[in-house]
């Protein structure tokens, strides 16, 4: 199927701790983002990349890294989550320079206790 | 600072009559909006957009309308189905910035 794929569904985790979340794309997009949706149910981009370049990164704390070692795959990870973490996180991706619409995978709902 | 909004949390609406859903916005240099419909446990699903030039397009039950001046987007979903129930995010964008900004949501229920 073609898609955008996130792993895992869902992560519980200490506050602390260190922990990633994956994505990967199979349909030949170019761009890739992660988005953040928080209590307030706001969907809010945090970064986006552009044949493994970054092209853009909001005010997110230098705790995610964001890395992306192909243009069909972008990575999070989070150092030394913070209860504030606790959201759900969707990548995404499309084709750079085009109104083509974003996919979105299914998320990932982070829960830092 | 919010530059897309959608005041109504919620909707119901019976099914068969026409679901309106409003969004608004407020940085003019927005010149493509769309509407993205999203059910439980999954991620946001493209449904229709618009350009800035035009004040509407139509696919099917969908239609957006456009009002620049007021800087405001409606979608009309007419007739509505039970299928229809999910939650509506309205979005925006200014073409080559790659950075789409959304509304909170609004959740419309679609009652038999």
């Known amino acids: 199927d073609t898609a955008v794929s996130q792993t895992p569904k869902y992560l519980v985790t200490q506050m602390g701790n260190d922990k990633s979340i994956k994505c990967e794309q199979n349909?030949?997009?170019?761009?890739m983002y992660w988005y953040k949706q928080d209590s307030k149910k706001f969907l809010k981009i945090m970064f986006s990349y552009n044949n493994k370049e970054l092209i853009i990164n909001e005010t997110v704390p230098n705790r995610f890294s964001p890395k992306s070692p192909d243009k069909a795959h972008l990575n999070l990870h989070i150092n030394s989550l913070e209860l504030g973490d606790s959201a759900v996180y969707f990548c995404?991706?499309?084709?750079?320079?085009?109104?083509?619409?974003?996919?979105f995978g299914n998320g990932t709902r982070l829960t830092v206790t | 600072d919010q530059q897309v909004k959608q005041n109504s949390p919620s909707l119901s609406v019976q099914e068969g009559r026409i679901s309106i859903l409003n969004c608004d916005y407020t940085n003019s240099m927005f010149d493509y909006f769309l509407w993205y419909k999203k059910y439980p446990a999954e991620g946001p699903t493209f449904l229709i957009s618009i350009s800035s030039i035009k004040d509407k397009n139509e696919d099917g039950r969908f239609t957006v309308f456009l009002n620049k001046s007021a800087k405001h987007l409606s979608l009309h979903i007419v007739p509505s189905q039970p299928g229809d129930s999910a939650v509506y995010f309205c979005a925006a964008i200014i073409q080559g910035a790659q950075k789409l900004v959304f509304g909170q949501g609004t959740r419309l229920t679609i009652n038999p």
């Open positions: 349909l030949g997009h170019d761009t």
């Open positions: 995404a991706s499309s084709f750079r320079g085009t109104n083509s619409p974003l996919h």
